[in-house]
Every structure is written in C-alpha cells, then in structure tokens.
C-alpha cells in the first residue's frame, strides 16, 4: 500500500486554460475527498465522493469544478477556463468504512495560474 | 457555524524545549478533533484524534493533546522538541456525523531553533 497519490505534483497553466488533476486513494478506501489549499490557509473542504457518489460540494466548487469517481477508485478534478485566483494546493484524501474522519492525504498538486 | 482557530501563526522553540500549541474551536455538541501536521512538499499526517472519552489522547511521534470542554480548546503538547518537529500544524474538527468534512484552522508554523 503506497498511500494516496495525486498526478501531477506541479502545474502551471496560463488564465483560461483548463485542467485536470488525478487522484489516486489507498486502495479500498470508499470515501475520498477534495480540499483546497492557499497559501498561508489551512485546508478548505471541496467536495468528497462514497464510492462513485458524489455526496457534498461546498459552495467554493464554482460551476467551472467539477470532480468524478467513476469507477469509486480514481477521481479526477477539472478546472475549466482557469483563473488567477484558482493558483492553490488541491489536495486529495481518502478513508476507509466509517471512519470517515481518518482521512489519509495526498502529497497534493499544486497549481499556478499565470 | 463550526470553526477553528489557532491564534498563533509561528511559534520558535529550543530543541528540547516543550511546546504546547493553541487550538480553540466553536461547534454546539462533543465535537470530533484533529491534529495534523504538514512538512513542506509532504502530505498532511494525523497525529492524534479525540472523538470521545479520555480528554487527554496520546499521538504519534510523542505528541498529546488536551480536549477542555469548558474552554472549547484541544492544545496540542510534546514535552521535548526534536529539529525534525518543524513543520506546519493543523488543528480540525469533524463537521458533522458520518459526512467526513474537516474544518481547519489556518495552522501554526513551528520552527526549532538549535
């Protein structure tokens, strides 16, 4: 078991440009999660899936996020027509059963909006 | 609203000196509490949780924290710090029941000074 991983570790995109980021959880684990990390914040929740089902979105997942689990393994999270304001540290966490509070994180990717 | 504050936003200490960061938290009943830390480039790690009983609850690496009720704090202690402690640390508290949503506090920067 090598933890979650998250791909690419680095990003850099020009304003506009859309994005997709990968997210791979500890195998098993049904719940997994997305937050948000700017500098100098602690982590803000995104959204977080059980199994394939997307089950909460904050308020801070714009219309241009959107995240997927198709398969309940991977998820992917896209950012269309990027912004300046979107440059952050997006990082990935998963649990397993109902311990869903033992979440594991990713290394995370970060993203620069020039 | 639950919420989480860490007044201090850097704390230097000695190697070998104690320390004792401040996590304060609003939330109406027996809140879930976290510490975790994140070293740069890395992940974030859980340390301790406390989601009932003992208030006081033993981690990884020697650290402990303290649930106080009656001052809504969860202060994170280690008696002796090592150089390899400096990182970021985070304090969280479970949003809700089964959902899984972690709310952080903006974190406390430790540096270990020779």
């Known amino acids: 078991d090598t933890g979650v991983s998250q791909d690419p570790r680095h990003k850099i995109t020009k304003r506009g440009q859309n994005v997709t980021f990968r997210c791979d959880p500890i195998?098993?684990?049904?719940?997994l999660y997305w937050y948000r990390q700017t500098l100098g914040q602690g982590p803000e929740f995104l959204t977080y899936?059980?199994?394939?089902?997307?089950?909460?979105k904050s308020r801070l997942l714009s219309d241009r996020f959107s995240a997927e689990r198709p398969k309940g393994s991977f998820s992917t999270l896209e950012i269309q027509r990027t912004e300046q304001g979107d440059s952050a540290m997006y990082l990935c966490?998963?649990?397993?059963?109902?311990?869903?509070?033992?979440?594991?994180f990713g290394p995370g990717t970060r993203l620069t909006v020039t | 609203a639950q919420s989480v504050t860490q007044p201090d936003i850097h704390i230097t200490v000695s190697e070998g000196a104690s320390l004792e960061l401040r996590c304060n938290y609003s939330?109406?009943?027996?809140?879930?509490l976290f510490w975790y830390v994140q070293s740069p480039g890395q992940g974030l790690q859980l340390l301790l949780k406390?989601?009932?009983?003992?208030?006081l609850v033993q981690g990884i690496k020697g650290f402990e924290a303290e649930f106080k009720r009656s001052q809504s704090s969860f202060n994170l202690r280690k008696p002796s710090v090592h150089w390899s402690d400096a990182a970021e640390y985070f304090c969280?508290?479970?949003?809700?029941?089964?959902?899984?949503?972690?709310?952080f506090g903006q974190g406390t920067e430790l540096s270990v000074k020779p």
């Open positions: 939330y109406g009943a027996t809140p879930y």
């Open positions: 969280a508290v479970g949003a809700q029941p089964r959902g899984g949503k972690l709310i």
């Open positions: 899936f059980q199994n394939e089902a997307q089950l909460e």
């Open positions: 406390y989601f009932s009983g003992d208030t």
């Open positions: 966490a998963s649990s397993f059963g109902d311990r869903v509070y033992e979440q594991y």
């Open positions: 195998s098993e684990h049904n719940r």
